[in-house]
Structures are given as C-alpha cells and as structure tokens.
C-alpha cells in the first residue's frame, strides 16, 4: 500500500553512524530543536549515539518524552534531556539556551523544527506565513545568536550550527509560498553565519527531498486535493516523480548527515549545503 511508503520508522542502534571525534563527548551539549518527532528526534537519538549531551527541544512535550524513552531504550551513550518550549517565544527561545548550557558545554545547534501549510500566495493567510517565519527562519537566527557566545566558550572555541532546509531551498513547487521562502532565507542564514565565523564557528545546511516523517505523511491529503489526484500519485509522481532515486529517504539517513557536518570530517563544511536529494533538482528526465 502506498501509505507504507511514508510511515515514519523508529530508530535502530545499527541506524546510528558512529564518528570517531574527540569534540563528540558528554561534556558538549548539542541543542536540537524540533526534537519531539520525525529528523529532529532522530538527529537527538543520533547525536546521543555519537556520545553528546542532547539538549532536545519541542513544542509536543510528549513527543520528547517519547524522544528521550527511545534513547534509554536503547541505552545510548548520551543523555537526552527533554525541554519544552515554543519557538515562537522568545522567553522560551531565551530558556532553552540557558537550560541547555547547564547541562554543559553548547557546541552544536541542529535547528529543524518546521511547520508546513498549503494554499496559492492569493489565498495563503499571513498570519500561517508569520508562523512559519518565525518557527523556520526567525528562530534559527535567534537561537545562533544565542548560542554562539556559549560555543566561542567551549574548549577550543568552536562550535557550528547546522539548519534544516530542503530541495524548497533550491527551487520551489507551488502553493507553499511560506515554506519555500523560509527555505531559501535558512540557507541565507547559513552562509551569514559562516562568513561572520572564521571557520572556527562553521555552519551548513541539509537539503533533502521528502522524508518520511509525519510533516510528509500529513500533507498527502491536502496536496492531492490541492492538486485534484490521488494520494497514490502524490507519493508516485509529486515526491518521488522528479527523483532518480526512487525511495524516499528516513529520518536517520538525514540525522546522520548532520552529526557528519558536526564532526571534524566536516571542518572545510562551511556556509555549504549538503543537497541530498537522489538527483531531483539537478536533473530532469
Ligand atoms: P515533523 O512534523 O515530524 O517534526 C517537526 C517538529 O517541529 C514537530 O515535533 C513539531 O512539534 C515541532 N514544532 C513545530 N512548531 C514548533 C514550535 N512553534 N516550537 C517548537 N517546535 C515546533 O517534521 P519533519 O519532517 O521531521 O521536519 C523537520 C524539518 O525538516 C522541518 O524543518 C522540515 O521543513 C524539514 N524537511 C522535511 C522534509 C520531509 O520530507 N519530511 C524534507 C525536507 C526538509
């Protein structure tokens, strides 16, 4: 059934790619948000595998109840320590870093919380619009600017912020107008933060196309209405039409791109873009 294509799966220990790093101990705190669900949870899951202290942060505090359960479950190195906050807040956004830096030192910042919503620009309400700016593009920043001060702190005075973007920071499909603006301005927000870093606070995105994550699997209703054909061929020719390669890809998949962004493997990393997306932007049949 096509449905099994999107169902979002859990994470496995033999899912988490190990890095040999020696920034990747207990005594650095990696702040992901969005951690509640989907490529945030499994970016917390991956980067407790890898040794961190996870700073987990969402909205659905039950969702990172679950995050944190799953990472005891399967007795990860690192801590997850659940923190609930709304990045529309600034207070929140402000107590979170703190909490975060109590736990030790902030050195990576995974900002992947997003929201979508579907409809033409002329119908598209602005008050969805100033939402998702905040969630997907204003937070980002906000959560740098705090962060960064505590990564110039650490040890070795490094740390690096990686961003959650999408094959809608490259090109766009339309009737999301918000996301894909949000998407273009995050890769923007990248390189700002890496031309300001001097390669020591690095920075970097990740573009892939669709994910199986339940932001995907929540909109196949809408965008085959929008689009007036069936979910099957939402999945068939919207998602997977334009890629080469013809699985979509799992949330770990994009967790461990991030972790290897994070690493010493990735210290010529900054300002770029890790596009991947089996082939969907860069060619066409
Ligand atoms: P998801 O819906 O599974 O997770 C998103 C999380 O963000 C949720 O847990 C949600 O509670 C949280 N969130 C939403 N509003 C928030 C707020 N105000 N404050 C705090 N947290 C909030 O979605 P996902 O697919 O894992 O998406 C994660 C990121 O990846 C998003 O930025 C999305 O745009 C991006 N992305 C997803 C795909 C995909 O196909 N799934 C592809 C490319 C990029």
């Given amino acids: 059934m096509a449905q099994d294509q999107v169902t979002p799966p859990s994470v496995s220990q033999d899912d988490i790619h190990r890095i040999d790093d020696d920034s990747f101990t207990d005594r650095n705190v990696c702040l992901v948000t969005g951690a509640g669900s989907g490529i945030g949870r499994a970016t917390a899951l991956v980067a407790a595998g890898n040794g961190l202290t996870v700073a987990a942060t969402d909205v659905d505090e039950e969702g990172l109840e679950e995050t944190s359960a799953r990472g005891t479950e399967l007795d990860l190195e690192g801590t997850i ?4 906050g709304d990045l529309t807040v600034d207070d929140d ?11 030790g030192d902030v050195k990576y910042l995974a900002n992947v919380a997003g929201i979508q919503h579907i409809d033409s620009i002329e119908e598209f309400p602005m008050a969805a619009y100033d939402r998702m700016h905040r969630i997907m593009l204003r937070a980002p920043l906000y959560l740098s600017k705090r962060c960064i001060p505590h990564f110039r702190e650490t040890e070795d005075g490094r740390g690096c912020v ?3 973007a999408s094959v809608h920071g ?3 499909t339309s009737d999301k107008v918000a996301y894909n603006v949000s998407k273009f301005g995050l890769r923007g927000l990248t390189q700002s933060i890496a031309a300001e870093g001097d390669g020591e606070i690095r920075s970097f995105s990740i573009s892939t196309g669709y994910v199986k994550t339940p932001l995907v699997t929540n909109q196949l209703e809408d965008t085959a209405e929008q689009r007036g054909i069936s979910v099957e061929e939402v999945i068939q020719d919207v998602m997977l039409g334009q ?11 994009v967790a461990n791109l991030f972790l290897l962004g994070f690493s010493d493997l990735g210290r010529h990393l900054d300002g770029g873009d890790l596009l991947f997306d089996g082939g969907m932007t860069l060619t066409y049949e």
């Avoid at 320590?81 to 609930?84: K, S």
């Fill in 81 to 84: 320590e659940p923190i609930g």
């Fill in 93 to 103: 956004i402000e107590r979170i870093v703190d909490r975060a830096a109590d736990l």
């Fill in 243 to 253: 890629s080469r390669v013809k699985e979509m890809m799992e949330p770990v998949d």
């Fill in 170 to 172: 490259h090109y766009v």
């Fill in 162 to 164: 990686g961003n959650m």
